[in-house]
């Protein structure tokens, strides 16, 4: 099993659909990226969490560490917002590398 | 203040040969990390290096591979005598410091083919 899992791997919608991405990881951690890679593309960090939520325009992030878990959270989606999602996790044993889910492709449909 | 560069962004490279990839991090930044990500596959950790150091190298290769920040100019991820399995798209990121509560800010990659 891996330590990060993301739910779902593919995921389709219609314009303006509400967008939710899940990930559940094994370890402790003392940090959780979301990020974002466009086909071909670099990657973008879009939110760093350790605990409660954060928003960033049409973009929520909300993270349970008691559970962990970790939710990522479109509105209104659009089609530019079609790429991959990537949740990412810092151990909290001191080691600086993190480890990564395999990440949740998501199309958007006009 | 231009974000992590990576260069070459494309690379083609015969089996046997060598690939040297280089990062510049962030303006300020004294950390960088590499991952690799394989064809169809997640991101993997490779190395963290701070300035002439290498702190964790725990994902790299044992062979062929290594890597290097040194005190002036960009990080370097060599690797020697290329095979086909080394084709993947190799990913530099940098933060200001020990990650720690520091956002991690990645470049766009170079992608690396073996024929």
């Known amino acids: 099993k891996n330590e990060v899992e993301q739910s779902p791997q593919n995921l389709t919608a219609q314009e303006g659909e509400f967008i939710t991405i899940n990930c559940s990881y094994s370890?402790?951690?003392?940090?959780l990226h979301w990020l974002q890679q466009h086909p071909g593309g670099g990657i973008v960090s879009l939110f760093m969490?350790?605990?409660g939520k954060k928003k960033h325009g049409r973009l929520i992030a909300t993270i349970n560490i008691q559970e962990k878990h970790s939710s990522l959270h479109i509105t209104a989606s659009h089609p530019r917002d079609s790429a991959v999602y990537i949740c990412?996790?810092?151990?909290?044993?001191?080691?600086?590398?993190?480890?990564f889910g395999t990440g949740t492709r998501l199309t958007i449909i006009p | 203040n231009a974000g992590v560069m990576q260069n070459p962004r494309h690379l083609v490279r015969r089996r046997g040969q060598e690939a040297r990839l280089r990062c510049s991090p962030m303006?300020?930044?004294?950390?960088v990390y590499w991952y690799r990500q394989l064809p169809e596959e997640g991101l993997k950790f490779m190395v963290y290096?701070?300035?002439?150091?290498?702190?964790?190298e725990s994902g790299m290769p044992k062979e062929r591979f290594s890597a290097e920040f040194p005190k002036e100019g960009p990080s370097i991820l060599r690797i020697q005598q290329v095979v086909r399995g080394d084709s993947a798209a190799y990913f530099c990121?940098?933060?200001?410091?020990?990650?720690?509560?520091?956002?991690?800010?990645f470049g766009e990659g170079s992608w690396l083919t073996v024929v």
């Open positions: 990121a940098s933060s200001p410091q020990a990650q720690g509560g520091n956002t991690i800010y």
């Open positions: 990412a996790v810092r151990s909290s044993f001191g080691n600086e590398k993190l480890t």
């Open positions: 370890v402790g951690i003392s940090a």
């Open positions: 303006k300020g930044h004294s950390h």
């Open positions: 290096l701070q300035k002439e150091n290498i702190i964790d």
């Open positions: 969490l350790s605990s």
